[in-house]
C-alpha cells in the first residue's frame, strides 16, 4: 500500500508557472506507474500525464503536451509536475495516482490517490 501527498498549488496569473510535488510512503514507490489527473467542478477527473516506474517513459494529455512536464525521483519518492504557461482553463484540484501496471490515462484505473491540490489560474 502507498499514501500520496501532493503539494504546490496556488493561484496564478495566466502565464506563470507551478510546480506540484507528490510525495509517497512506503519503499515500494520505484512499483508504481504515477500519475496526475485533474478535476474542475463538475467535471470528471481528467487524465494529465504520467511517468513509467523508472522514468524513462512519460505520457501527456494533448491539452498540456509542451507546457508540462512530469518527473519523478525514486530515492526521494516523489513525483513532480512542472506547470508552465499556464491558462486559465488548467484550473482544476489536481490529484497524484499510482498504479501497480503500467501506462493509463483512465482514472478508475489507479490504485491509490492523494487528497489533491488546487490550482486556480487566473486571467
Known amino acids: 500500500q502507498v499514501q500520496l501527498v501532493e503539494s504546490g498549488g496556488g493561484l496564478v496569473q495566466a502565464g506563470g508557472s507551478l510546480r506540484l510535488s507528490c510525495a509517497a510512503s512506503g519503499r515500494t514507490f520505484s512499483s508504481y506507474t504515477m500519475g496526475w489527473f485533474r478535476q474542475a467542478p463538475g467535471k470528471e477527473r481528467d487524465f494529465v500525464a504520467d511517468i513509467s516506474r523508472s522514468g524513462g517513459g512519460t505520457y501527456y494529455a494533448d491539452s498540456v503536451l509542451g507546457r508540462f512536464t512530469i518527473s519523478r525521483d525514486n530515492a526521494k519518492n516523489t513525483v513532480y509536475l512542472q506547470m508552465n504557461s499556464l491558462k486559465p482553463e488548467d484550473t482544476a484540484v489536481y490529484y497524484c495516482?499510482?498504479?501497480?501496471?503500467?501506462?493509463?490515462?483512465?482514472?478508475?484505473?489507479?490504485?491509490?490517490w492523494g487528497q489533491g491540490t488546487q490550482v486556480t489560474v487566473s486571467s
Open positions: 495516482g499510482a498504479r501497480l501496471r503500467g501506462y493509463a490515462d483512465n482514472a478508475a484505473l489507479y490504485d491509490y
